[in-house]
DNA sequence: CTTGAAAAGAACTGCCT
DNA sequence: AGGCAGTTCTTTTCAAG
């Protein structure tokens, strides 16, 4: 952990938003000189609260229209089934996110595909071909927002 | 939508990974030279593929230890309940993530807390006073793995 | 699409307040 | 800590083949 001052704050909060920021222009819009805001993004770099500079797609430029959230209930619950549920999971394409959970559910996915029919064949060919499945609830996304977070 | 060939995939999967790759880095690692690669990028942003670049957050050494995911019930389905929770929800800086869904519930929540006392008290005092919250399940994340998508 | 070169901008360094 | 000024490096951008 590390404690950051109203500043970094900011400086987190504006590159959650925008990665491409440079230390430069980051500066202008804090109030800071450019080494000034170089200097720490440098220290939360290596402090490791950046885990890493992602690009977001954006699926439906894509082609791909539909996204599924599943709830997945194991049936089997010995530990080499945690292991094969995800060794198998992770061969399919579509499922874009994998989250182990502990709760009403064993594991969340989100499967994204062209369209319903497309969806169809995800889930039929692929989903319930998973093995020690035992119930799959599911939530198609409607729309979505991302924040940064407390801080 | 676009039409993409194998290239463009290769480009989008290793910029989905890590958006800081330089055109020349991307190249190198694609066989292209560098104003080549840099062409196709700059296609693909202008056919709208990307949504942004996004600082992924370590969320862990930032000091929040907890990930909680909410599936939401409303308990009136009115067309104002909508915009009332999704305002009252957008209040609550601990939610990471809002989805509108349709099915078994009518919102998950990405929820994100110091702990779980903490955790408590984000749902004791904000997500319970959000209007209209019918009934709430909860699946506490372990772990999780991202991927690029089928493309 | 490639090579090569020029221009722009960003990262990094010392030194000083 | 922050600012200033400067160097060095990378990246963008524009040639021409």
Chains 1, 2 share one sequence.
Do not use: C
Request: hydrophobic content about 45%; glycine content about 10%.
């Amino acid at each position: 952990m590390i404690d950051l001052d109203d500043t970094d704050r900011a400086l987190i909060r504006a590159l959650a938003e925008d990665a491409t920021l440079s230390a430069g222009a980051l500066g202008r819009q804090l109030g800071l000189s450019q080494p000034a805001a170089w200097r720490r993004i440098k220290r939360l770099e290596e402090a490791g609260v950046f885990r890493g500079r992602r690009l977001e797609l954006d699926t439906a430029a894509l082609g791909l229209g539909v996204t599924v959230f599943l709830g997945v209930k194991l049936a089997t619950k010995g530990r080499a089934s945690l292991g094969d549920f995800e060794r198998a999971v992770q061969a399919i394409p579509e499922v874009q996110t994998v989250e182990h959970v502990l709760g009403m559910y064993d594991y969340r996915l989100r499967v994204v595909a062209r369209d319903i029919p497309d969806f169809e064949r995800v889930l039929r060919r692929r989903i319930m071909a998973l093995p020690g499945v035992g119930s799959l609830d599911a939530n198609v996304l409607l729309s979505e927002e991302r924040r940064p977070g407390p801080l």
